[in-house]
């Protein structure tokens, strides 16, 4: 993997674009809503340069945080190159908690106190990364900040920030929008 700098901004839009990462027309969103506007960061993860280059802006984000976390399946790969890079632990927040063993609802270690960042592919409404908080807090861990790939724009900053935390995209659907060419 590449030592490069960070990557701007515009060139994260650019990969999200030339990835069919983001793709414009008529979709159905998960959440039922029609968007003319389909944002799927997966196509872009499975591509080791892609992988990379978000990696590379995200672990330039991590600041002091002591652990990384994500959702499965779409914030794992984007924890996991992060991790490599900073070198900092990470933990992979379940959907839903095992039925079976331990019945935890994350894997990985979650220290009381332990300052957590949290990593997600896409945020809409914020529903997906207000869980992933609810299951660290309940854990002891301290969520104070949420670093995105793509931010909708629907919702999820102001839902986050309600609960005290800062959400930080390396890129927006207005950005991809304005960049598309």
Known sequence: MSDAPPPSRAEIERMLL???AVR????TLSSGAASDVYVDVKRAWTEPRSL???ARALAARVGDAERLAGMELGAVPLVVATALRTGRPY??????AKEHGTRQPFEGEIPAGCRVL?????ATTGAS???SVEIVRAAGGTVDRALVVV???SGAT????ATGIRLEALATLRDLRGARS
């Open 18 to 20: 030339d990835t069919g």
């Open 24 to 27: 414009f027309g008529a979709f």
């Open 52 to 54: 990379d280059l978000m």
């Open 91 to 96: 933990v992979v927040v379940r959907k839903a």
């Open 118 to 122: 949290l990593i997600e592919d896409v």
């Open 129 to 131: 990364s207000l869980r």
């Open 151 to 153: 931010d909708r724009e």
């Open 158 to 161: 102001e839902a986050l920030a």
